[in-house]
C-alpha cells in the first residue's frame, strides 16, 4: 500500500513537472513581425515593418504616422473608415516601435534621424504608391506630425497635403520645452516617465520585451498635462530603445525639423486638443511655420482623443478631415 502511494505521488509529481514544463510563461508584449509571420508586415530598407492598407490601391494614399517615437499606430485605427470615402489608408509601426522588428541600441546609433525615419516613410510610400500621378496625404499625430512637417520640408512636391495633430514642436528646442510641460508632475501622483535615456536603457542586462513594458506602463498614466492617457487597447506594444536612440540624437544634433517646409505652399490643416500642456499659444507657435494653414482645436479631449474617442472622431475630427481633403482636391 505505501509502495502504491509512493509510486502514486511519484506518477503525479512527473506527470506535474512534464505539464509545467510544457507550459510556456506569458510575454510582457506581443511578438514583433519576425518573430510572428502571421501578423501583416511588408520589409523597407532591410526591416521589416508591421504594415496594413485599407481601401482601393490607386486612389489618393494617405499614410498615418503615430505618435513616439515608440508608439505604434493601434491608437489611429479609426483613420481607417477614411477608405469609405474613396482613400488608400495605409498604417505602419516605425522602426523598433509597435509589433516592427526591433534594433540594438548600436545600430541606431551609426543613423541620424533622417536616416532612421524619413528614409523609412520615403520607402513606405514608395511600396504603397501604385501610379505615378497618385496623389499622398501625410496624417501625422505628435512625433508623427513632426516627422510629416519634416518629410515635407524636404520632398514638398511629393506631398499633396499635411494633416497634423499636435506636433509637439518643430524645433528641438521647442520639443523638449514641450516634453517637459507634458511630464510636468501633477499633484499627487509620481512624475510620468517614459522618455528618460538613461530610465530606459540604462540596464543593459534588461531585454527588450521588459524596456517596452517599462514604457507600457509609463503610456497608461494618468496625465493632468496632455489629458485622458493611452489605455491597453490603443496599442500593442512600446518601443523604448528606438525612443530613447531619437531622443539621443535630438539632443546631440539640436535638429530644426521645419527645415524646408516654407517651400511647402499648400493647405495645411493643423489640429489640437483641449489640454494643460498644449494651449492656444502653443498651437500658434508651433504652426506659424506653414504658409498656408487652418486651425481647429478639438474641444474636451486630450493629447490622443480626437482619435481614440470613437465619438469626437466620428462627429469632429472625421469631418474636419473630409472637409480638409476637399479643398485640396480644388487645388490639383
Known amino acids: 500500500m505505501i509502495r502504491l502511494i509512493f509510486a502514486t505521488c511519484c506518477l503525479s ?9 510544457k507550459e510556456e510563461p506569458t510575454p510582457l508584449v506581443p511578438r514583433t513581425v519576425d518573430q510572428d509571420p502571421s501578423l501583416p508586415s511588408v520589409l523597407i530598407n532591410g526591416r521589416l515593418l508591421h504594415s496594413e492598407a ?5 486612389n489618393t494614399l494617405i499614410v498615418c504616422l503615430h505618435g513616439g517615437p515608440g508608439a505604434d499606430y493601434r491608437y489611429l485605427l479609426n483613420a481607417k473608415d477614411l477608405a469609405d470615402y474613396g482613400y488608400s489608408v495605409v498604417f505602419y509601426d516605425q522602426v523598433g516601435s509597435g509589433l516592427s522588428q526591433r534594433f540594438e541600441e548600436q545600430y541606431y546609433k551609426k543613423l541620424s534621424i533622417e536616416e532612421i525615419f524619413v528614409n523609412e516613410l520615403r520607402g513606405i510610400i514608395a ?10 496625404i501625410l496624417l501625422g499625430h505628435s512625433w508623427g506630425a513632426i516627422l510629416a512637417t519634416y518629410y515635407a520640408g524636404k520632398y514638398p512636391k511629393e506631398i499633396e497635403g499635411l494633416a497634423l495633430f499636435e506636433p509637439g514642436g518643430l524645433i528641438w528646442e521647442d520639443i523638449v520645452s514641450y516634453v517637459l510641460k507634458s511630464q510636468a508632475p501633477c499633484q499627487g501622483m509620481a512624475p510620468v516617465r517614459g522618455m528618460e535615456h538613461s530610465g530606459l536603457v540604462s540596464d543593459q542586462s534588461d531585454s527588450q520585451e521588459l524596456l517596452d513594458y517599462q514604457m507600457a506602463l509609463s503610456a497608461g498614466t494618468v496625465n493632468c498635462n ?15 530603445v528606438v525612443a530613447a536612440a531619437a531622443f539621443e540624437q535630438g539632443e546631440k ?48 479631449v486630450g493629447h490622443s482623443g480626437m482619435f481614440t474617442n470613437r465619438s469626437v472622431w466620428t462627429n469632429t475630427t472625421l469631418p474636419q478631415l473630409l472637409n480638409y481633403f476637399s479643398l485640396l482636391q480644388k487645388h490639383w
Open 13 to 21: 509529481l512527473l506527470t506535474l513537472a512534464c505539464s509545467k514544463k
Open 226 to 240: 496632455t489629458g485622458e492617457s493611452l489605455i491597453e487597447g490603443d496599442f500593442w506594444r512600446m518601443g523604448a
Open 127 to 136: 511600396k504603397y504608391k501604385t501610379k505615378p500621378n497618385q496623389k499622398v
Open 54 to 58: 485599407f481601401g482601393q490601391a490607386g
Open 253 to 300: 544634433t539640436k535638429p530644426d525639423l521645419s527645415v524646408g517646409i516654407g517651400r511647402f505652399s499648400k493647405p495645411v490643416l493643423f489640429g489640437y486638443g483641449d489640454n494643460k500642456a498644449y494651449p492656444d499659444s502653443w498651437a500658434q507657435k508651433v504652426s506659424s511655420v506653414f504658409i498656408n494653414k487652418q486651425l481647429f482645436k478639438v474641444s474636451d
